[in-house]
Structure formats: structure tokens, C-alpha cells
């Protein structure tokens, strides 16, 4: 890991920020991105990274973005797009779905990885090497407990997004494959959200997962720890439950 340079989005929630510390523990030159404001400042701060600002759901944002980290750090060898969410949303009747609402999630969940991965892959291709994680969710495979329409349908574009890159890239040496979470109680969406289900909703969750315990940022970054890692060049194109197992 440490000839690699790890770009990392979405490090305001908890997942991103394990990810990128954890891949900073692992020896690789990581950068940090999130849109700009006070909550990506105070991540940037706690994780001592070299961090850039950028809406990523904005392709020219994301070509600025990707032309600074060259000049400045080198060429991206690793990324791992943890920015997504429900961007405070809760679900609602199918009548009562807003268009910009359904828009704005799509372009965090989806649009992002689209871009950026537009704006790093000739540099990876050229190198002959690269490693590209989405971070997706057992709503990318199944309806979600958010309830929130737009929610569910981007996180299963962003597993098919993820399945088409890596047909395309593979060949080059460009492995894409995607982490799908369980319930992980990593930001204040997921907190709110546990905390809605009440006591006997929450025991009847725990009930259904095999470990008997809800998941926590650290045991993503595990799994993104190996899937950036030159051990798995040989699985591409695969959508990695981490979930401690769903019945």
C-alpha cells in the first residue's frame, strides 16, 4: 500500500472516515473529499489527511478536484466513493415523492462514481493498475427500511453502475467491486433511523442478523482494506455484503 494514493469521499459519515483511516493505517497516501462546509472541516481536522471540498454530484467540481490531487499528490491509484445517503430524507407515500428530492439522490449515490471514476480511470488504465469500491447497501439488493423510494432504486443503479465498470475495466487492471452494509449506526440518518424503530423493531432486527450485533464502520473498512489491496486482483465485479448475515 504505500506506492498507492487513496482518494476517499463521503468522509463526514463514519464509514468514509474508517475507510480512510484505515487505509491510511494500512501505509497508502490518502486524500479526503466531502462536500465543503463545517462538518467536512472537522473531519478533515480528525483524520489529519489532506483533504479537497467538491460536490461530487457536479462534473466540473470533480475534474477540478481530480486536477488538483495530480498536481499536488500524483495520480489516484485507489478510490473508494463512500458519499451517499439519504441527505436527510425520510420515506414517504409513493404520491408524496418530490422529483428534486428523488434527483438529489441519485446524483450523490450515483452520478458521483459515474464522474469520478470518468476522471480517474485514464491515469489508472495507464498505469495498468487500479482499484475502484462503491459503497452500495443491502438496499442495492433488497427494499430498505428507510422506506425512501429514490434511496433504494440509486443504490441498486449503483450496483449495476458498479457491475458495467468493471466489465469494461478489468482487462486493464482495474478492479470495481462494491461493499454492500447492513445497518451500521455510523452518522445521524442511522441514528435517527434506529432510534425511530422503537425497542421491539430494533431486537427484532438484531434478531434477524446471524452475529447478533449491528455492524460498525470499522468492519467496512476491513472489507475495503482487502478489496484495494493487490490480494484481490483477481475479484472484480462483486457486490460484498457486509452485514453479519440477513435471514
Known amino acids: 500500500m504505500t506506492a498507492r494514493l487513496a482518494l476517499v469521499t463521503g468522509v463526514v459519515g463514519g464509514i468514509g472516515a474508517a475507510i480512510a483511516q484505515r487505509l491510511h493505517d494500512e501505509g497508502a497516501q490518502v486524500v479526503v473529499s466531502d462536500l465543503p462546509g463545517a462538518g467536512f472541516e472537522d473531519a478533515a481536522r480528525r483524520l489529519g489527511l489532506p483533504a479537497l471540498g467538491a460536490d461530487l454530484g457536479d462534473p466540473t467540481e470533480v475534474k477540478q478536484m481530480i486536477a488538483r490531487i495530480a498536481v499536488d499528490h500524483g495520480a489516484v491509484d485507489i478510490l473508494v466513493n463512500a ?28 452520478d458521483a462514481t459515474l464522474y469520478l471514476s470518468q476522471a480517474l480511470v485514464p491515469a489508472m488504465k495507464a498505469a495498468e493498475w487500479g482499484r475502484i469500491v462503491t459503497i452500495s447497501s443491502g438496499a442495492g439488493l433488497r427494499p430498505s427500511l428507510t422506506g425512501i423510494h429514490a434511496y433504494t432504486a440509486a443504490k441498486h443503479a ?35 433511523q434506529w432510534d425511530a424503530l422503537g425497542p421491539d423493531k430494533q431486537a427484532a432486527l438484531v434478531e434477524r442478523i446471524h452475529t447478533r450485533r449491528l455492524g460498525t464502520p470499522e468492519d467496512i473498512a476491513a472489507a475495503a482494506a482487502f478489496l484495494t489491496s493487490d490480494q484481490a486482483s483477481w475479484i472484480s465485479g462483486q457486490i460484498l455484503s457486509v452485514d453479519g448475515g440477513i435471514s
Not at 87 to 97: A, F, H, I, K, S
Not at 161 to 169: D, H, N, R, V, W
Open 158 to 192: 449503483l450496483v449495476g453502475l458498479t457491475k458495467q465498470l468493471s466489465q469494461e475495466l478489468a482487462r486493464h487492471g482495474i478492479c470495481v467491486n462494491s461493499i454492500a452494509p447492513g445497518f451500521i449506526l455510523s452518522n445521524p440518518a442511522t441514528h435517527a
Open 83 to 110: 458519499a451517499g445517503g439519504v441527505r436527510g430524507q425520510v420515506g414517504t407515500p409513493l404520491e408524496d415523492v418530490d422529483p428534486a428530492a428523488w434527483r438529489s439522490l441519485f446524483a450523490i449515490n450515483v
